[in-house]
């Protein structure tokens, strides 16, 4: 399978794993699993770290390169077709951050690991 973590999805399982399902750390633990980590979940880590909103134990600079270490992420960059995908979304969702999301799972057809009941009325496949 290819995961994408939702951004609360990738800090539970480093920080408070008995948040997530069972299922969903099962999956993301087997080996035949490649997870990702979206670029637009470490800025929306960093901006909340910023703003008070989310405590780390290191700095969003160490913490998020040292955990795609730990776990064995892929780190899914911004391109334009995920951009592009993301602005003609309709308008379900409207945190920009989990837009983005979504498009890039759509595009690049992976699961999106997510709580998110917003996610639901996308074209995308998700779990939790």
């Known amino acids: 399978m290819r995961l994408l973590l939702d951004t609360c999805t990738f800090l539970w399982l480093t920080i408070e794993p008995k948040r997530v399902p069972k299922r969903v750390t099962e999956v993301f ?9 979206s670029i637009a979940s470490a800025w929306e880590i ?35 077709p995920h951009v592009t995908e993301a602005g003609s979304l309709p308008l379900y969702h409207n945190d920009p951050f ?12 992976l699961t999106v690991a997510t709580p998110d009941p917003s996610f639901g009325p996308y074209d995308v496949r998700t779990m939790w």
């Open 29 to 37: 633990r087997d080996g035949e699993t490649a997870a990702f980590l």
């Open 46 to 80: 960093a901006i909340k770290h910023k703003l008070g909103r989310l405590d780390l134990p290191l700095p969003p600079s160490r913490y998020i390169p040292e955990r795609i270490a730990q776990y064995g992420l892929d780190v899914l960059d911004i391109r334009l």
């Open 98 to 109: 989990d837009r983005l999301l979504i498009a890039q799972a759509g595009c690049e057809g």
